[in-house]
């Protein structure tokens, strides 16, 4: 989403007279959501365009939740998208609603709820100033931390219009909080668990009655949201909970999960990485296969979860080591396998182990990273022969790579060798681009592969890495 709102139509209504000419209707956030939702679904369209790896399981849940016109919670571990599914959300709203220029909580012109807007209306009539919300300006989330009070939220008694002279009494004399501030809007609280179990409490009514109370006031504010909220399985017992009445007063619990195959993952890793150089399709597959070891790995602590951050951290230091690399040799840029070794020890902090793998954090990370190196070369090149390759090593000696090693370099110690173009197509597909710098990563991924099943031998002294022929090959 964008952080600043497009500008304002300038065809549209700036006066409660001329808004209700267009025959406007008002109509709450979750029956919008629902015709925008059902529009969606009968053309074809992604209701969550952007969300991968959830099209079977997460979004057909999701989607049921909203047309019931439920609040819902995303139950799930650390790095599953949580936030950014509800963050897209926002996209099934109206592009434009109109509101009561100056309401601080998004007054419908035609049903104002505070009593700045009703107080507007009653005096202006049919002149009442009127502006537009656009989407992106009616999504508020707050990220639960412990310090989060019921002002924040809900709202507080306001000095400075005291000071002004109001009464206390004056329900204009309220600073209003994110809540009534979402008013006709979506209210995402990500981390629910970690709010405090009486701040909670003052959520209750807007969950199920949809009004609000601040200190003590005569002031009922019928709000109008959808509430959606984030949290992790061990929250509930750990860092905190979601107190039983708040649990309730959702209308759905949504578990979540990290992709389910391997071309989701990449794919996820493709679209969310910040890649400062180029990083082949192979590359992002061994660290989406990775990822899903370490996940699965007795040597985790697999209650804390390993998150997709991690494998999106992993291929954006890649693409920092090619451009490390370009920087210095005066190479263009392209990862290579052999720029993961220096990766994995960034990627310590992302990981949870269990106490009794103390000291063998990073052992267990480089087997890992090489298992999943060897998972790949099988999958992408196990059918593929590879013998003009090892008859290049068997006749040149070795080929030598390494960090700083630019890829021309490489691709002429390994020579033309008959299946180049080939080896390409099956790491990268048949429609890549085959150049040098492709084409030496393939080659390098290549002789990787064949050291990690045993086929070539490889000598690796002060950042250079020597890959030739073993006895047993020859």
Same mark, same amino acid.
């Given at each position: 989403m964008s952080s %600043?709102?497009?500008a304002i139509p300038?065809?549209? @209504?700036?006066?409660? +007279?001329a808004?209700?000419?267009?025959?406007?209707?008002p109509?709450?956030?979750?029956?919008?959501? =629902?015709?925008?939702?059902?529009?969606?679904?009968?053309a074809?369209?992604?209701?969550?365009?952007?969300?991968?790896?959830?099209d079977d399981?997460?979004?057909?849940?999701?989607?049921?939740?909203?047309l019931?016109?439920?609040?819902?919670?995303l139950?799930?571990?650390?790095?599953?998208?949580?936030?950014r599914?509800l963050?897209? !959300?926002?996209?099934?709203?109206d592009?434009w609603?109109?509101v009561?220029? &100056?309401?601080?909580?998004?007054?419908?012109?035609?049903?104002?709820?505070?009593?700045?807007g009703? %107080?507007t209306v009653?005096e202006?009539? /049919?002149?009442?100033?009127?502006? #537009?919300?656009?989407?992106?300006?009616?999504?508020?989330?707050k990220l639960?931390?412990?310090?989060?009070?019921?002002?924040?939220?809900?709202?507080?008694?306001?000095?400075?219009?005291? $000071?002004? &002279?109001?009464?206390? +009494?004056?329900?204009?004399?309220?600073?209003? +909080?994110l809540? @009534?501030?979402?008013? %006709?809007?979506i209210l $995402?609280i990500?981390?629910l668990?970690?709010?405090?179990?009486?701040?909670?409490?003052?959520?209750l009514?807007?969950?199920?009655?949809?009004?609000i109370?601040? =200190?003590?006031?005569t002031l009922?504010l @019928?709000?109008?949201?959808l509430?959606?909220?984030s $949290?992790?399985p061990?929250?509930?017992?750990?860092r905190?909970?979601?107190i039983?009445?708040?649990?309730?007063r959702f209308?759905?619990?949504?578990?979540t999960?990290?992709?389910? /195959?391997?071309?989701?993952?990449?794919?996820?890793?493709?679209?969310e $990485?910040? *890649?400062?150089a180029?990083?082949?399709?192979?590359? *992002?597959?061994?660290?989406?296969r990775?990822?899903?070891?370490?996940?699965?790995?007795?040597a985790?602590?697999?209650?804390?979860?390993?998150s997709?951050?991690?494998?999106?951290?992993?291929?954006?230091?890649?693409?920092?080591?090619?451009?490390? =690399?370009?920087?210095?040799?005066?190479?263009v840029?392209?990862?290579r396998i052999?720029?993961?070794?220096?990766?994995?020890?960034?990627?310590r902090g992302?990981?949870?182990?269990?106490?009794?793998?103390?000291?063998?954090?990073?052992?267990?990370?480089i087997h890992?990273?090489r298992?999943?190196?060897?998972?790949?070369?099988?999958?992408?090149? &196990?059918?593929?022969?590879?013998?003009?390759?090892?008859?290049?090593?068997?006749?040149?000696?070795s080929?030598?790579?390494?960090?700083?090693?630019? +890829?021309?370099?490489?691709?002429?110690?390994? &020579?033309?060798?008959?299946?180049?173009?080939?080896?390409?197509?099956?790491?990268?597909?048949?429609?890549a681009?085959?150049?040098?710098?492709?084409a030496?990563?393939?080659?390098? *991924?290549? !002789?990787?592969?064949? #050291?990690?099943t045993r %086929?070539?031998?490889?000598?690796?002294?002060e950042?250079?890495?020597?890959?030739?022929v073993?006895?047993?090959?020859?």
């Open positions: %600043r709102p497009p300038a065809d549209l @209504p700036r006066t409660l +007279g808004l209700r000419a267009t025959g406007y209707q109509r709450t956030v979750k029956e919008e959501i =629902r015709a925008n939702l059902v529009d969606r679904l009968a074809g369209e992604s209701s969550l365009p952007g969300i991968l790896g959830f399981t997460v979004v057909p849940q999701v989607e049921r939740a909203l019931a016109a439920h609040d819902f919670v139950l799930g571990e650390r790095g599953q998208g949580k936030t599914l963050r897209t !959300l926002a996209g099934l709203l592009e609603i109109p009561i220029e &100056g309401s601080e909580v998004n007054d419908d012109p035609l049903a104002p709820v505070s009593a700045f009703a %107080r009653s202006l009539g /049919d002149a009442t100033p009127i502006t #537009w919300r656009h989407r992106s300006e009616r999504y508020g989330e639960a931390t412990p310090d989060t009070s019921v002002g924040d939220l809900i709202g507080d008694v306001d000095p400075v219009k005291v $000071a002004e &002279g109001r009464t206390l +009494g004056d329900p204009e004399t309220i600073h209003f +909080g809540v @009534p501030r979402t008013n %006709r809007g $995402a990500n981390e668990p970690d709010l405090a179990e009486r701040i909670q409490v003052s959520l009514n807007v969950l199920e009655e949809r009004d109370q601040v =200190r003590g006031y009922r @019928p709000l109008d949201l509430v959606v909220a $949290a992790n061990e929250d509930y017992t750990n905190g909970r979601i039983t009445p708040m649990k309730d209308g759905a619990e949504i578990t999960h990290y992709p389910y /195959d391997v071309e989701h993952e990449v794919d996820l890793i493709a679209q $990485a910040d *890649m400062v180029v990083v082949p399709r192979h590359l *992002m597959e061994v660290m989406a990775f990822t899903r070891l370490v996940r699965e790995s007795g985790v602590d697999q209650r804390s979860g390993v997709a951050r991690f494998a999106i951290a992993g291929v954006e230091a890649l693409s920092g080591a090619a451009l490390r =690399r370009g920087a210095i040799t005066g190479d840029p392209v990862a052999g720029d993961l070794v220096g990766v994995v020890p960034s990627l992302k990981v949870e182990f269990e106490v009794s793998e103390e000291g063998r954090e990073e052992e267990v990370l890992l990273a298992k999943a190196t060897a998972e790949t070369f099988r999958r992408r090149v &196990g059918g593929f022969d590879l013998t003009p390759l090892i008859g290049v090593l068997d006749e040149g000696g080929i030598e790579t390494g960090d700083l090693v630019p +890829g021309p370099d490489v691709l002429a110690a390994g &020579g033309p060798f008959e299946g180049l173009g080939g080896l390409v197509a099956a790491l990268e597909g048949g429609d681009e085959p150049t040098p710098g492709i030496a990563a393939c080659l390098e *991924m290549a !002789l990787e592969g064949l #050291w990690l %086929r070539i031998d490889k000598d690796e002294d950042g250079r890495v020597r890959y030739g073993t006895e047993a090959a020859e």
